[in-house]
């Protein structure tokens, strides 16, 4: 069965750039275009990782985190960061959100690969 990956960005490329490298290597992929778009797309349905960006409009990559990781089905749910943001205030504020990634974009897709095969769930 294919895994799913839930791609949270507000810029509509970066979607279809990070769909197709995840589509290609045989993942089921959701598209959300914010935090808040993207919590009521999870709605019951089971994600094996999350890739967020961190600078969304209604609901921020951050905040999208901390509420997917307050819902015990998302508890454990890995999440990549994938951001124009290579701060470390904002890498940490990530980290202690949950997320358990950080890249930095533009990506490379074997790196996006790399990552989502090592924290993928089970």
């Known amino acids: 069965m294919a895994k799913t990956v839930l791609i949270a960005d507000d810029s509509a490329s970066i979607r279809q750039v990070v769909g197709m490298t995840l589509k290609n290597a045989g993942y089921e992929v959701i598209e959300a275009e914010d935090g808040k778009d993207a919590l009521s797309k999870l709605d019951g349905q089971k994600v094996h990782l999350v890739i967020s960006d ?4 209604n609901m921020d990559g951050i905040s999208f985190v901390k ?15 994938l951001t124009t943001e290579a701060g470390e205030d904002k890498k940490q504020a ?28 089970p």
């Open 94 to 121: 990530g980290q202690m959100a949950g997320a358990k990634a950080w890249m930095v974009k533009p990506f490379q897709p074997a790196q996006m690969l790399d990552a989502v095969s090592k924290l993928v769930l």
């Open 54 to 57: 961190v600078n969304m409009p």
């Open 67 to 81: 509420e997917l990781k307050a819902q015990p089905a998302n508890k454990f749910t890995p999440v990549i960061m």
